[in-house]
């Protein structure tokens, strides 16, 4: 059993935690640590980053990937950019700012320590990427530029055109191969963890599956890393890459790994809306996109003229209206929110009056199109590809999207889970975005976690077991292990149900989305947990997987992954309806203001849910990590 | 606006790296031009399965361009008719009804066919980790404003910078080359001040690994056509002066 959560925060003063921990964590000397095995699952930014500097330090890391090549995880999609406190432009940004402004965007559920070392090691990555040659934007001057981003009044993003995430996941990347030429890290592409072997109450190993060839291997090592990403396809249509999944999290979870808050879920407001039901995801327009861009949607409902055919006094430029201090560049929670009510009214645009309008005509007008162009051309180019039609013309259109999972399984401020030797980085863990994150800070947060925070932590952990060889892969445990992954296998080939895989996983996104999507009440909540537990109860009795176990076999791998998103959604479901307030992304009907703003109750919530698997079928336990506010004042967010 | 179409599909069937492969023919009947071309073969799989048959394996992520995992020869043409787009961007708008699409994985003897339309790409990551890379470990790096680079450079860098890695340059190229990969990744890193300090080593390193797995350029400029992130032919040119010049370096350097 797990007694309260310890976050083992370290002593003294906000400013010092970080530095004085650094000094008083053990260290392993550079021969001992070729003798420590790490396993890290995910090449994504938080995965990469941290094999790369593990394997410069001299570990010997594993680093495993569904992906064909470490360079194709998510990350590689991220749009708009990276904060960084770096105060470059001299507009009163720091350190504490950052901290400050991520802890609000938060709605006061995140971390203190954990945010302000995020903050301070922020100034680190721009600096190591930019090293590493990511070709972030400049000025005439030949330094590096910023932009603005949502949540925060000062310019502190950093951005490689609408490619920051490539740019910097290939950094990241390259500092890997140069470390898998260097001997120091072995790469197993096309590999799925699905399972994670523990012995003596210690992670030791993980379990894959080959995708090509089915094989189910073994990996013993001295600790287990997680950089395995979000869960935002839990919804089926998000703005995440096809292949995202939980499993990897969630085999974890079923281990005995917390799972915390995984009712917080982001929205993003500048999406793509759906066409049709054969949509397969959303795309999404990079929130960077609100710095020229207005939003606005007709006066009445049903308003059936053509945008240039409304004049201004027919719109409403409903986020300027509401909030003329942030304007069009309110937090994501609130301008979907916002954006939701509007259609919900019947002022939506578009054939399917899904949609509100994110205009540049004021900012064509003003800045010329060219400026507009160097600014946002492939994001333009991208959404006329998909809508076929051309921005600098027509006003987008554009609606709220699941983007980000904040939730993830709970780790403490060395990154380490409950589980010993288990860590967890980046989208895949809760740390440090609280019930929102802020645009840009997720870029951040995986390289945070992987560059300057594990390379020491996981040292701090590994000194205790210095002189034990890792375990043979030919254990009991591992057997047992992969005896499990092998049934687990043949099960779903011998079901020969009616339905696809991605039929399931369509109807769970859809349950998934109308009661745990961007607002939520109880009675919504309790018909989610029976119908989803229904839906999954055929699933795992109908579904129809067809091919076999010893090739690559896409309807197999996607057959575990949706299992696993079922067994989520459930517990997204009872996170939800027990946490009786709104923040952030959990916004609770019952629990609003007179303006219908997200309203706290930090009386009996300021603090994490973290959950304990026991068993299918079985409700899972609540834990919770209290949370102190000794340097920041709970406030209502007010962007006003 | 959107419309139904029909269309008649010879797609590439291959149950496995050894096996032999054949063409088997669809009618992807009553799909709309909204949907991508990649929603299409969703729609075509889906109902393969509910025929009881397997669904044709193709690779996809992002699903937005950039992740690079997909990529297809559409009428021959890597990534299909539209210039500049990734195979899972472009939409069946592009197409008529009654029109008859042929799907073949990319060939060349570099990526080997795994099974039906997912090709191996792993001699790409060779090259990246023979050289590409600039060597800073983490933590050693210098403010990132200490050296201004001037924007035209890092425009320029930029532009080799895109590359995707989806290999649709192998593919569309007669001798199966990656000179255009291969050349984008070379000058992202050499034209950037941080880049300098291993040009000649990274450029040889690179050229010489890349002949290892793929065959040699001679022009063509079938890759540049086929990119979907249009990186312009040019740097090649740059990429093999750069070759001539590291090999001249490189013997005076170790001489
Ligand atoms: C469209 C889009 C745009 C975004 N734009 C921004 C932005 O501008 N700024 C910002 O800060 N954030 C942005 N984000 C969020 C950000 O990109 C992600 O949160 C972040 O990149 C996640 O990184 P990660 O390393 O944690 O995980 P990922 O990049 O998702 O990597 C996960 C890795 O884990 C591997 N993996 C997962 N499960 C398994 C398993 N079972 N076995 C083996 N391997 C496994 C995968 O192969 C992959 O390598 C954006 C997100 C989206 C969807």
């Avoid at chain 1, 950019?81 to 432009?89: D, E, L, S, V």
């Avoid at chain 1, 863990?429 to 390289?447: E, I, V």
Wanted: proline share 3%.
């Amino acid at each position: 059993m797990i007694g309260s959560l310890d976050a083992r925060i370290p002593a003294g003063s906000l400013e010092n935690k970080w530095t004085d921990h650094k000094f008083s964590m053990r260290l392993v000397n550079p021969n001992n640590k070729r003798r420590f095995d790490i396993i890290v699952v995910g090449s994504g930014l938080a995965g990469a980053s941290a094999a790369a500097s593990l394997g410069e330090l001299g570990y010997r890391v594993k680093v495993l990937t569904y992906h064909d090549s470490p360079r194709r995880a998510h990350s590689i999609a991220a749009q708009g950019g990276i904060n960084g406190a770096k105060n470059y432009q001299n507009d009163g940004d720091s350190v504490f700012r950052l901290f400050y402004d991520t802890i609000k965007g938060g709605d006061y559920r995140s971390r203190e320590a954990n945010v302000y070392r995020l903050a301070e090691v922020s100034v680190d990555i721009i600096d190591q990427a930019t090293a590493q040659g990511v070709p972030f934007a400049r000025e005439y001057g030949g330094l590096l530029d910023n932009r603005s981003f949502g949540g925060a009044q000062v310019s502190r993003t950093f951005y490689a055109r609408g490619q920051t995430g490539q740019q910097l996941l290939l950094g990241a990347y390259s500092a890997l191969m140069r470390q898998v030429a260097a001997g120091t890290v072995e790469l197993h592409t096309r590999s799925e963890m699905l399972e994670l072997v523990m012995h003596d109450g210690r992670a030791v190993g993980v379990i894959t599956r080959d995708l090509i060839s089915g094989e189910v291997q073994a990996h013993s090592a001295h600790a287990v890393v997680l950089a395995t990403g979000g869960y935002g396809n839990v919804y089926f249509l998000s703005t995440n890459a096809k292949m995202c999944n939980v499993t990897a999290a969630w085999r974890a979870h079923r281990k005995g790994a917390l799972f915390a808050n995984p009712c917080y879920t982001q929205i993003h407001p500048t999406c793509i809306p759906a066409s049709d039901d054969f949509q397969s995801k959303l795309t999404l327009m990079s929130e960077s996109l609100r710095n020229d861009g207005r939003i606005w949607v007709p006066q009445t409902h049903d308003d059936g003229r053509g945008p240039d055919e409304i004049p201004d006094d027919d719109r409403d430029y409903f986020l300027e209206r509401k909030y003329p201090a942030f304007g069009n560049l309110v937090p994501r929670d609130v301008a979907s929110r916002n954006a939701k009510a509007v259609v919900d009214e019947g002022r939506g645009v578009g054939p399917l009056c899904n949609g509100v309008y994110l205009d540049f005509s004021d900012a064509i007008g003003r800045d010329g199109a060219d400026v507009i162009r160097a600014k946002y051309g492939n994001l333009f180019d991208m959404y006329e590809r998909i809508t076929g039609e051309n921005p600098y013309q027509v006003p987008m259109r554009i609606y709220p999207a699941t983007h980000y999972t904040m939730g993830g399984l709970w780790v403490d401020y060395e990154l380490m889970s409950n589980v010993a030797g288990l860590f967890v980085l980046g989208e895949a863990n809760f740390s440090d975005h609280g019930a929102n994150r802020l645009g840009a800070s997720a870029l951040m947060q995986g390289l945070a976690d992987g560059y300057f925070v594990l390379p020491y932590t996981i040292g701090n952990y590994l000194a205790d077991y210095l002189g034990e060889a890792a375990l043979n892969p030919n254990e009991p445990v591992f057997k047992d292990a992969k005896q499990q992954v092998t049934d687990e296998v043949a099960r779903w080939l011998s079901i020969g149900g009616t339905h696809s895989v991605d039929y399931y996983h369509r109807e769970l996104g859809k349950l998934v989305w109308d009661y745990i999507g961007m607002s939520r009440n109880q009675t919504g909540l309790e018909k989610a947990l029976s119908e989803i537990a229904a839906l999954g109860e055929e699933y795992h009795r109908n579904v129809r997987v067809l091919g076999s176990a010893d090739t690559l076999n896409q309807s197999l791998e996607k057959a575990g992954r949706v299992a696993d998103l079922f067994e989520l959604a459930e517990l997204m479901a009872r996170d939800a309806l027990t946490r009786e307030e709104s923040c952030g992304g959990h916004f609770r009907e019952e629990h609003q203001t007179e303006e219908g703003e997200a309203l706290r109750d930090d009386e009996q919530f300021a603090h994490v849910a973290a959950w304990e698997w026991q068993g299918a079928g079985t409700a899972s336990t609540r834990h919770r990590e209290e949370l102190a506010f000794e340097n920041v004042e709970l406030t209502q967010r007010s962007y006003k | 606006m959107s419309a139904r179409i029909n269309l008649t599909l010879k797609v590439w069937r291959q149950a496995g790296p050894d096996t032999e492969g054949a063409f088997v023919v669809y009618e992807a009947t009553d799909i709309s031009t909204d949907a991508s071309f990649l929603e299409m073969l969703d729609i075509v799989n889906e109902r393969l399965i509910d025929a009881g048959e397997e669904p044709i394996v193709f690779e996809s992520d992002c699903r937005e361009g950039i992740c690079g995992t997909c990529g297809l020869m559409i009428n021959g043409r890597a990534h299909g008719p539209q210039k500049g787009t990734a195979t899972c961007q472009l939409h069946i708008r592009s197409f008529n009804d009654g029109d008859h699409i042929t799907i073949e994985p990319w060939r060349a003897s570099s990526f080997p066919v795994l099974r039906d339309l997912a090709v191996d790409r792993r001699a790409l990551d060779a090259i990246i980790s023979a050289g590409g890379y600039i060597t800073v470990n983490t933590g050693s790096a210098p403010d990132a404003n200490l050296i201004p680079v001037p924007k035209e450079t890092a425009e320029t860098a930029f532009d080799a910078a895109a590359c995707i890695g989806c290999g649709a340059c192998v593919a569309a190229c007669p001798n199966s080359a990656a000179q255009l990969f291969t050349a984008a990744k070379l000058q992202h890193l050499n034209l950037l001040p941080q880049g300098q300090a291993e040009r000649w080593e990274r450029t040889e390193a690179m050229v010489e690994t890349m002949e290892a797995f793929f065959g040699s350029c001679t022009n063509h400029g079938e890759c540049e056509e086929a990119c979907p992130k249009e990186i312009p032919i040019d740097f090649i040119a740059w990429a093999n002066r750069d070759y001539i010049k590291a090999k001249v370096k490189n013997r005076k350097l170790a001489g």
